[in-house]
């Protein structure tokens, strides 16, 4: 059969637009196909590019002797085809590089541990802390925290410390160097005994965040009252608050005391020496005392002051405590006011070895506390011997006959 050089020219047309199209499929597949295998590295894409070249040559030198026209259509196929094979070669180049990419970020040099960095690096760096996150005890931290071990050795009781809200963690956060020591070489300066620190420290840890300046200015203020620094290291150690309290706060308790008792200044330091919490402790308690004295007990001014200024601690005694024993003294055992004054110490003594002696010494005929009278036992005598002592020489009884006549109490 005769095929005219048109029908030849048209069916080279559609042959090759049905070849290129197929190529051209093949080679998204492929090259999709390729991108999936990639991180075994093969040598893909150089396949596929001659693949694609045998495929397409193949085809049309079998339409060679069809025409003379064949070879005009074959260069017009390789002119469209050429830029398929620069995209396949682009991305044979492309994957070449990401590979030679990812050789280099293997052998990336890491920085020596012992080169300089700025600033700003520094303080971007975070370091994890070797500190439990929480804990409802100190027990984890006092190994690894400087402050919490130093503590323990200065005999802090860090067991009762935790059991007040927020003492804890305040602890933890402090720095011994910064915060700790500063103060703890301030108390010692101040003569503050080494062995009673941690008695201190325990009783009052907020002393470890007052400011330096404060407490010096403290210090000055009752030096200024001419308080020794020997009373004012007793003072410290016996209320470990003091310092803690304004100036204005210890020069308005010292004027109540003064004026309140009628007290001279040197008086006043004596009472505030001796029992330092006046200071520390609130005025409410102390004024009641004062009114139940003198409206209650019935004692004149001059009598309240010498029992003040003799056992202060009968201003923050407690008023029932207080009650209980002036009268049982005053009315049980009939002991005037003036003696009660002139023998204050036995409102601070306890109530029971009181009752006990008292109901002993009546039992045996001998409960005589009138000094006009003979076998006349003082009040002090009375309360503050030993049982022995009581026994052989006020009672004149054995201890074995004050024991015996415990037990029927």
């Given at each position: 059969m005769h095929v005219c050089q048109r029908c030849v020219s048209f069916l080279l047309s559609r042959t090759l637009s049905a070849a290129l199209q197929q190529s051209t499929r093949a080679l998204h597949q492929r090259s999709h196909l390729m991108l999936l295998r990639h991180s075994t590295r093969q040598p893909l894409v150089h396949t596929l590019s001659q693949r694609h070249s045998r495929e397409t040559w193949r085809h049309f030198t079998d339409h060679?002797?069809?025409?003379?026209?064949?070879?005009?259509?074959?260069?017009?196929?390789?002119?469209?085809?050429?830029?398929?094979?620069?995209d396949v070669h682009r991305i044979s180049s492309q994957v070449s590089l990401s590979d030679s990419q990812s050789i280099d970020l293997d052998a990336v040099v890491r920085p020596s541990p012992l080169q300089e960095i700025s600033e700003e690096e520094a303080v971007q760096i975070q370091v994890p802390s070797a500190l439990p996150p929480e804990s409802s005890t100190l027990r984890p931290y006092v190994d690894k925290s400087e402050t919490l071990?130093?503590?323990?050795?200065?005999?802090?009781?860090?067991?009762?410390?935790?059991?007040?809200?927020?003492?804890?963690?305040?602890?933890?956060?402090?720095?011994?160097?910064?915060?700790?020591?500063?103060?703890?070489?301030?108390?010692?300066?101040?003569?503050?005994?080494?062995?009673?620190?941690?008695?201190?420290?325990?009783?009052?840890?907020?002393?470890?965040?007052?400011?330096?300046?404060?407490?010096?200015?403290?210090?000055?203020?009752?030096?200024?009252?001419?308080?020794?620094?020997?009373?004012?290291?007793?003072?410290?150690?016996?209320?470990?608050?003091?310092?803690?309290?304004?100036?204005?706060?210890?020069?308005?308790?010292?004027?109540?005391?003064?004026?309140?008792?009628?007290?001279?200044?040197?008086?006043?330091?004596?009472?505030?020496?001796?029992?330092?919490?006046?200071?520390?402790?609130?005025?409410?308690?102390?004024?009641?005392?004062?009114?139940?004295?003198?409206?209650?007990?019935?004692?004149?001014?001059?009598?309240?002051?010498?029992?003040?200024?003799?056992?202060?601690?009968?201003?923050?005694?407690?008023?029932?405590?207080?009650?209980?024993?002036?009268?049982?003294?005053?009315?049980?055992?009939?002991?005037?006011?003036?003696?009660?004054?002139?023998?204050?110490?036995?409102?601070?003594?306890?109530?029971?070895?009181?009752?006990?002696?008292?109901?002993?010494?009546?039992?045996?005929?001998?409960?005589q506390y009138q000094p006009s009278q003979p076998n006349y036992i003082s009040l002090d005598r009375l309360v503050f011997l030993p049982d022995d002592v009581f026994c052989s020489e006020v009672a004149l009884a054995t201890l074995e006959d004050f024991e015996k006549f415990q037990k029927t109490l």
């Open positions: 060679q002797a069809a025409s003379p026209d064949v070879h005009n259509k074959i260069d017009l196929a390789q002119k469209e085809v050429v830029p398929l094979n620069s071990s130093k503590l323990v050795q200065l005999g802090v009781n860090l067991w009762e410390l935790e059991q007040r809200p927020n003492v804890g963690s305040m602890l933890v956060r402090l720095d011994f160097h910064a915060d700790v020591a500063p103060r703890l070489l301030f108390l010692k300066d101040l003569g503050v005994e080494e062995s009673k620190l941690g008695r201190l420290l325990t009783k009052n840890p907020f002393i470890l965040t007052e400011s330096l300046d404060n407490l010096e200015a403290r210090v000055a203020y009752l030096k200024s009252k001419k308080f020794s620094k020997q009373s004012v290291a007793a003072m410290v150690s016996k209320a470990p608050y003091l310092l803690n309290f304004s100036v204005e706060r210890l020069d308005n308790r010292l004027g109540f005391f003064q004026k309140q008792l009628g007290l001279s200044a040197e008086k006043t330091r004596d009472v505030v020496t001796r029992l330092p919490r006046l200071l520390c402790a609130s005025l409410e308690p102390i004024k009641e005392n004062l009114k139940v004295c003198e409206l209650e007990f019935g004692f004149r001014g001059n009598e309240i002051q010498h029992i003040v200024t003799t056992v202060p601690k009968v201003l923050t005694t407690n008023k029932r405590k207080l009650t209980q024993i002036f009268d049982f003294v005053h009315n049980t055992m009939d002991v005037p006011h003036s003696l009660i004054a002139k023998f204050p110490q036995i409102l601070n003594a306890k109530f029971l070895r009181i009752r006990e002696r008292h109901l002993f010494l009546e039992y045996l005929g001998r409960a």
